[in-house]
């Protein structure tokens, strides 16, 4: 007949608690050696002026200022900026293309214009290159007529404005998650609560433990991404996106007038999704308000072309202009040039010439 088994002697619950208390500490201790040989984080550097525009004046952000025919300057990261005498960003264009032209308009706001970026290193500059460079008949313009500043509503304004007299052959619209703003929009978050927010995250950022310093910004971006507590920027576009049906309807309005206004000039319209460069991983909050707004366009006749593959896996600071500036960086542009020219050769025929 078996013994009974009785309870663990005292000895037994004091080796138990050893044993636990050893796991924790050397599991501490083997995150932190990780951190400490793990390579840093890659930030992004600063824009170092040239110095042939050392002494050009510093530019507002000022849609009066960006769109203004003629102005040269830099931007406040220092970047070179400069628009043509029609007043769009970019190189002299004659208005009607020229035989054996494909020419390409994208409108958008800041992210399309390149706040943040030299001339020569916007999306629109990088896919014109990638598209000239696999061809070998059809020469590829890009007008880059984005401006900072602008909501889907003014950027049919702006389409108004150059679309007629440039003729696109494409018109692509370069949609960012706060073009949705306008009267309808409810402001839900404040300078103060970001600001407090960033405090936050950065509370243990001079810790002298490297495990800590990891960890802890992870458990608060995490934290945010699950809860999207009141007074978050993530929190006041998903409730105008998913919640707020006035301004939704609005936006609504002003695709449909997009996709209308290009019909109409025989440019068809494809739209290009800027990702939030945030919460890059399998979590990222943003997949519902990209697959509505894709939903949109399609049901318009409009394709859309996503961009958050091509950058998720990366550290979103990473392809920020600054820790303050979250508009993609000279390599944030050149993926999303990368995705949107992989975008536009998965397209029917009909919208680029058959290489």
Same mark, same amino acid.
């Not at 102005?71 to 900026?81: H, K, M, Q, R, V």
């Not at 991983?281 to 894709?294: E, F, G, M, R, S």
């Not at 006749?301 to 920020?320: C, E, F, K, M, R």
């Given at each position: 007949m ?5 309870p663990?002697p ?12 050893f796991g924790?500490l050397a599991?501490v ?6 951190f400490?040989?793990a ?8 824009q ?16 009066f200022?960006?769109?203004a ?6 931007l406040?990261?220092?970047?070179y900026?400069?628009t ?11 208005p ?10 994208i409108?958008g706001?800041s ?7 030299s ?10 290159r ?5 061809s070998?008949s059809?020469r ?8 900072a500043?602008?909501?889907a ?7 108004s ?6 003729a696109?052959?494409?018109?692509i619209?370069?949609?960012?998650a706060?073009?949705?703003e ?11 609560t970001r ?6 995250r950065q509370?243990? @950022?001079?810790?002298r ?8 910004p ?14 978050t ?6 409730f105008?996106y ?5 301004a939704?309807?609005?936006? @609504?309005?002003?695709l ?5 206004f290009?019909?109409d000039?025989?440019a068809?319209?494809?739209v290009f999704l800027h990702a939030?460069l945030s919460?890059?991983?399998i979590?990222h909050?943003y997949?519902?308000i990209?697959d509505k707004?894709a939903t ?23 392809l920020?202009?600054s820790q303050?500036d979250?508009h993609?960086n000279?390599?944030?542009h ?6 949107l020219l992989n975008?536009l050769r998965?397209?029917?025929k ?6």
């Amino acid at each position: 007949m078996a013994a009974n088994s009785g309870p663990a002697p005292p000895g037994g619950f004091f080796a138990l608690g050893l044993l636990t208390v050893f796991g924790i500490l050397a599991a501490v201790a083997l995150g932190e050696i990780f951190f400490r040989l793990a390579p840093p984080a890659q930030r992004p550097k600063p824009q170092v002026v040239a110095a042939e525009h050392r002494n050009l004046p510093r530019l507002k952000q000022s849609v009066f200022i960006l769109g203004a025919p003629n102005t040269e300057g830099l931007l406040p990261s220092n970047a070179y900026f400069r628009t043509n005498s029609a007043g769009f960003r970019g190189p002299e264009t004659s208005p009607r293309a020229g035989p054996g032209v494909f020419r390409i308009a994208i409108l958008g706001d800041s992210v399309t214009m390149g706040s943040g970026v030299s001339n020569d290193e916007t999306y629109s500059v990088h896919l014109a290159r990638m598209l000239n460079e696999g061809s070998d008949s059809t020469r590829f313009e890009v007008l880059n007529f984005g401006l900072a500043g602008l909501s889907a509503r003014q950027v049919v304004q702006q389409g108004s404005r150059f679309i007629p007299p440039f003729a696109p052959d494409l018109l692509i619209y370069g949609w960012t998650a706060n073009d949705i703003e306008g009267p309808a929009y409810q402001h839900r978050s404040s300078k103060a609560t970001r600001k407090a927010m960033h405090k936050r995250r950065q509370s243990h @950022a001079q810790s002298r433990s490297y495990l800590l310093r990891a960890l802890w910004p992870r458990a608060i971006v995490l934290w945010d991404r699950l809860t999207a507590p009141r007074g978050t920027y993530l929190e006041e576009i998903r409730f105008n996106y998913l919640s707020n049906d006035r301004a939704w309807k609005d936006f @609504a309005t002003a695709l449909a007038d997009i996709v209308h206004f290009g019909e109409d000039h025989n440019a068809p319209v494809v739209v290009f999704l800027h990702a939030q460069l945030s919460f890059l991983n399998i979590l990222h909050p943003y997949h519902a308000i990209y697959d509505k707004v894709a939903t949109a366009a399609t049901q318009l006749g409009a394709p859309t072309i996503q961009s958050i593959d091509a950058v998720t896996g990366y550290d979103g600071a990473s392809l920020w202009v600054s820790q303050f500036d979250p508009h993609p960086n000279p390599l944030g542009h050149e993926i999303f040039a990368t995705a949107l020219l992989n975008g536009l050769r998965d397209l029917p025929k009909g919208y680029l010439p058959r290489r």
